[in-house]
């Protein structure tokens, strides 16, 4: 596909977006390639389980969607019959939260009468950078990277995009987010983690760092080594974490930054691009943001960084990832279901 068919055969389109693949229910409106709205609702239930419930996500899913659905409506003053399409996550994702979303998305679509398009979640999270400007020039780079991915994109252009690299266990997200449970710290972790490091010393605490072959990553090893860590220190001073939080958390956090940057850089060597972006609930940590600002200086890169809102789940990306999906008329019909271990 050429990355420039937008620039010819335009239709006029207006798209509600449905996101509900873990723990946000997100509404989306969409016009003519334009962001008019997009309302989250996130479930605090899960913090008192330290990790998200599926049977509970899915039932708030379904206290939610309506509401959710009806203020993104009625904030881009949108009524239901304006509608061309209906744009959804079908993966992956967690099956009883997709099935809430996808099912309401084909309810509606049927009962207006007007299309489906089916969104990979990953994908849409790449396509986030086209909401705002600026936007990255293809062929990129995308380190998508989130509690339940972490891949290295290559992006071809907006529809057509290849996983070079990927985790082979565990995400760099349930890293974070594992590592702050043994720390007692509360549930979402990574974004406390994130913010005890600004004030902490990155060298404090040295941890091995796991080079997996080619592009590929691992991050099941460095747990145990945390895990490990904590334990011993423990064993020495039963207030070492206490006494120590700041420089624990800079110190993982460093190492964590730096296994996923050293992958970056070797992808673009290997490729020759220079056009570099980062994508994913773990792209809004600010120690990723700003170690990927300084690389880029260093490498010559042009550096994508979303902003805050399009980081974590949330419809707009599902708007948009729709709105290219429906200029090349890629509809899925009402046989369609959830899959929540959807491929790439």
Request: aromatic share 8%; proline share 5%.
């Amino acid at each position: 596909m050429n990355p420039d068919f937008l620039n010819s055969n335009i239709k006029p389109s207006t798209i509600l977006a449905i996101e509900s693949s873990c723990d946000e229910t997100s509404a989306a409106v969409i016009k003519d390639g334009k962001v008019l709205s997009n309302v989250i609702a996130n479930q605090q239930v899960h913090e008192a389980y330290g990790g998200v419930v599926p049977e509970l996500a899915s039932r708030a899913h379904q206290k939610n969607i309506v509401p959710v659905i009806t203020q993104a409506l009625e904030m881009a003053k949108v009524s239901k019959k304006d509608l061309n399409a209906v744009a959804f996550t079908r993966g992956p994702g967690l099956l009883g939260a997709l099935l809430v979303g996808t099912s309401f998305a084909k309810s509606l679509a049927l009962g207006l009468g007007i299309p489906l398009v089916e969104v990979n979640h990953m994908q849409a999270h790449v396509l986030a950078h086209f909401i705002d400007t600026p936007k990255p020039k293809f062929p990129f780079l995308c380190l998508t990277v989130s509690g339940g991915h972490t891949q290295i994109v290559l992006v071809r252009n907006y529809l057509e995009m290849e996983v070079i690299g990927e985790t082979l266990d565990d995400a760099v997200g349930e890293a974070f987010d594992k590592t702050a449970k043994l720390l007692g710290l509360p549930y979402p972790g990574g974004p406390i983690i994130d913010r005890y490091a600004q004030e902490g010393n990155p060298l404090a605490f040295p941890f091995p760092e796991v080079n997996m072959p080619k592009l590929n990553y691992s991050f099941s090893g460095i747990k145990t080594n945390i895990l490990y860590f904590l334990r011993d220190k423990v064993k020495e001073d039963a207030q070492f974490i206490e006494k120590n939080m700041a420089d624990i958390c800079a110190s993982i956090q460093y190492t964590l930054i730096r296994i996923l940057l050293h992958k970056v850089k070797k992808a673009a060597k290997e490729t020759g691009i220079k056009e570099i972006a980062i994508a994913g609930g773990v792209s809004a940590n600010a120690g990723l943001r700003q170690a990927l600002t300084d690389l880029a200086v260093k490498q010559q890169w042009q550096v994508y960084i979303p902003a805050f809102e399009y980081c974590t789940d949330n419809a707009a990306m599902i708007a948009i990832a729709g709105y290219y999906k429906y200029q090349q008329g890629e509809f899925t019909n009402q046989k369609v279901s959830a899959m929540p271990r959807m491929k790439f």
